[in-house]
C-alpha cells in the first residue's frame, strides 16, 4: 500500500518538474529527443551519426544518462559537441529532475536540438517524463524482433522508431514483419526508420523526419536563421 | 525520505522471501541459475543449449520473466522443458515472491537444474535475490565491450560470465580487454566463458563449469544416480 502510494507521488512529482523543463526548453528554442534504447543498441552511434548529417543547420547539445562512467560523454566530447554526462548510480532511469539540472548548464544556440539518451534499459525508462519533444526508441537487428511482444510500455511511448544495424538483418534473419506487428499490437504504427550507423543506410528519410519536427517546433525561419 | 524507507523495506522483505526459496530449493535438491542478460544476448538461447548439452544428466525447469508475452516459455515448452512464464507487467525484475510462487508449480527430479531467465535489464535485477545459487551475466559482443563499465552492479553479482555471439566477435571489434579489465574493476574477476549459441562453440568449458557447481552441491553420488 505504501510501496503503491510512494510510487504515485514519484511519478506525480516527475510529472511537473517535466512540464517546468518542457517550458525552460520551449522558452529557450530546444527540441528535446529523447533517445531509449537496450543496452549497445546504437544510441550514441544514432545520435552521431544524426548530428554529422545534419552538419550546422541547428545548434546541438547531448546528455548522457548511465549509471557509472563518462565512455559515452568523452565520444561526443571529442567531436566537439556539447555534453552533460549523468550518472545514475543505481537508478535504472533518467527523471526529470535530473535533467532539469543538466539542461541548466548549457548555452543554447538557437534552434538548439538537444538529445537525452537515456539508460541502456527497455523498462523503467517509459515511466519517467523528462520534459521532451520526441520520445525515440532504437531497435537493433542483434537483439531480435521480439521485443517489442516482451516490452511493450516502452513501444508505447516511441513517436518514432529505429532500427540499427540492419547491415546484419539478414544475417541476425531479423524479420522485420513479425517486429512489427509486434509494435502494431501495442499502438497504432509510428513512422519506422532502417538505419544502419555503420554503413550510413537509411539515415536520409530519418534526418528528414526529424527536420520536419524542428521546422514544427521552430518554424521555417528559425531554420533559415541558423543556416545562414 | 519516504522513498527510501519503502525501497529498504521492499529489499529487506525480498531477502526472507529469497531465504525461504533457498531452503525450498536445498530440500528439493534443486540447484538454481538465476540467468541476466540485456534485452536480446542470448538469454533463452543459452538455457537451451545448455540444456541440450546436460541431456539426462540431471532434470531441469525454467522460469522465464518477462514484461509480456510467452514467447520464451513456448520455446522451451516446444523442447518439453518443463516452464512457467512469469509476466511481471510493469516491473522492470523479478522477485523471490514470484519465484517462490512460480517453483511451487514443478514437479522437481533429483537433482534438478532450474534456470531463471530474468527480466532483459542490465540494472534491476542485480539488487533482487531470488534464493539462487548462482547468478550468470550473459554479455553478447553485438552489445560493445563497454558494459561492465555502464553497468557495474550486475556484474558485482555476477558468480561467472559468458560473452554469447563470438562467431561475430571479429566483425563487431569487440575488444575483449576491454571488457574483461571492466569486469575487473568490479571484483576480481570471475569465471569467464565465451560462447556461441549459433555455432555451439565455448559450451564445453562453460557446462564444465556449472557441472563442477552441481557436483559440489549434489555431490558426486547424486550425478551418478542421476545417470543412470
Known amino acids: ?37 537496450a543496452p549497445g543498441a546504437g544510441k550514441t552511434s544514432t545520435i552521431l551519426r544524426t548530428i554529422e548529417y545534419l552538419g550546422d543547420r541547428y545548434a546541438f547539445a547531448v546528455i548522457e544518462g548511465d549509471m557509472a562512467s563518462r565512455i559515452d560523454a568523452d565520444v561526443m566530447a571529442a567531436k566537439g559537441i556539447p555534453v552533460e554526462q549523468i550518472n545514475t548510480g543505481n537508478m535504472c532511469h533518467l527523471d526529470a529532475n535530473m535533467i532539469g539540472r543538466a539542461a541548466g548548464t548549457f548555452t543554447y544556440g538557437r534552434p538548439t536540438i538537444l538529445f537525452i539518451e537515456n539508460v541502456g534499459n527497455l523498462v523503467c525508462p517509459s515511466e519517467f517524463s523528462l520534459g521532451e519533444d520526441l520520445n525515440i526508441v532504437i531497435a537493433s537487428t542483434t537483439e531480435g524482433h521480439d521485443k517489442p511482444y516482451k516490452y511493450p510500455a516502452i513501444y508505447l511511448k516511441a513517436d518514432a522508431v529505429l532500427i540499427n544495424k540492419t547491415d546484419l538483418m539478414e544475417a541476425m534473419e531479423f524479420d522485420r514483419k513479425m517486429f512489427c506487428d509486434g509494435v502494431a499490437a501495442v499502438k497504432p504504427m509510428p513512422p519506422l526508420f532502417e538505419i544502419s550507423c555503420r554503413d550510413g543506410s537509411g539515415l536520409d528519410a530519418w534526418v528528414g523526419w526529424l527536420t520536419g519536427q524542428c521546422e514544427r517546433k521552430f518554424g521555417r525561419e528559425a531554420r533559415k536563421l541558423a543556416e545562414r
Open 1 to 37: 500500500m505504501a510501496r503503491i502510494e510512494v510510487r504515485r507521488n514519484i511519478l506525480e512529482a516527475n510529472e511537473n518538474l517535466a512540464l517546468r523543463n518542457r517550458n525552460f526548453f520551449d522558452a529557450n528554442e530546444v527540441l528535446v529527443v529523447n533517445v531509449m534504447a
